[in-house]
T-cell receptor, first 117, second 114 residues
Framework: AQKITQTQPGMFVQEKEAVTLDCTYD???????LFWYKQPSSGEMIFLIY??????QNATEGRYSLNFQKARKSANLVISASQLGDSAMYFC??????????????FGTGTSLTVIP | DVKVTQSSRYLVKRTGEKVFLECVQD?????MFWYRQDPGLGLRLIYF???????EKGDIPEGYSVSREKKERFSLILESASTNQTSMYLC?????????????FGDGTRLSIL
């Protein structure tokens, strides 16, 4: 079974509008973390936002917020007031605590976001 | 700022060659990772290392090996390159322990096997 599922291969949004990118996850751990990364066409992976499994408040970072619904195992990224520079691939990732190593990361297949002027 | 440096941005090799991809980080991170990224498949973990000389297989280790002799350097080795290993390879590092710290990525190596 997929650990991270992103069901939207591509999304379009009008400039200045808000957009939600979906992410669902699968884990039996109580302690885990969820991350969102942005990958522009240049290729670098840029960390956007983090949500811990025990965090009661939804994470926010500037125009990015995370809609965390623990019971539904979803961690959707909301981008408000979209800008042309937001056009990129977006990846959802999960960190699980595993045995001695303490860190195992799983990535989704990504969502390609295009912002339309 | 954390800097993760991959030795090559683009690399072209021939089938059967032994290929080395090098990754260096400058933040004394315990954990280092190698991923390959293919369209429609996202990032898939090849190997990771949680300390010097320690390594764990990821989801797709076949055809690859790794070396971590020093904390700052994590090398990915393609023992005998094949065309199905043509891909983008991403290295990442992260501080150890269970925390909210993200992975920091290098710029990637686009590897073509002819």
């Amino acid at each position: 079974a997929q650990k991270i599922t992103q069901t939207q291969p591509g999304m379009f949004v009008q400039e200045k509008e808000a957009v939600t990118l979906d992410c669902t996850y699968d884990t039996s751990d109580q302690s885990y973390g969820l991350f969102w990364y942005k990958q522009p066409s240049s290729g670098e992976m840029i960390f956007l936002i983090y949500q811990g499994s025990y965090d009661e408040q939804n994470a926010t970072e500037g125009r990015y917020s995370l809609n965390f619904q623990k019971a539904r195992k979803s961690a959707n990224l909301v981008i408000s007031a979209s800008q042309l520079g937001d056009s990129a691939m977006y990846f959802c990732a999960m960190r699980e605590a595993t045995g001695n190593t303490g860190n195992q990361f799983y990535f989704g297949t990504g969502t390609s976001l295009t912002v339309i002027p | 700022d954390v800097k993760v440096t991959q030795s090559s941005r683009y690399l072209v090799k021939r089938t059967g060659e032994k290929v080395f991809l090098e990754c260096v980080q400058d933040m004394d991170h315990e954990n280092m990772f190698w991923y390959r990224q293919d369209p429609g498949l996202g990032l898939r973990l090849i190997y990771f290392s949680y300390d010097v000389k320690m390594k764990e297989k990821g989801d797709i280790p076949e055809g690859y090996s790794v070396s971590r002799e020093k904390k700052e350097r994590f090398s990915l080795i393609l023992e005998s390159a094949s065309t199905n290993q043509t891909s983008m390879y991403l290295c990442a590092s992260r501080t150890g322990g269970i925390s909210n710290q993200p992975q920091h990525f290098g710029d990637g190596t686009r590897l073509s096997i002819l």
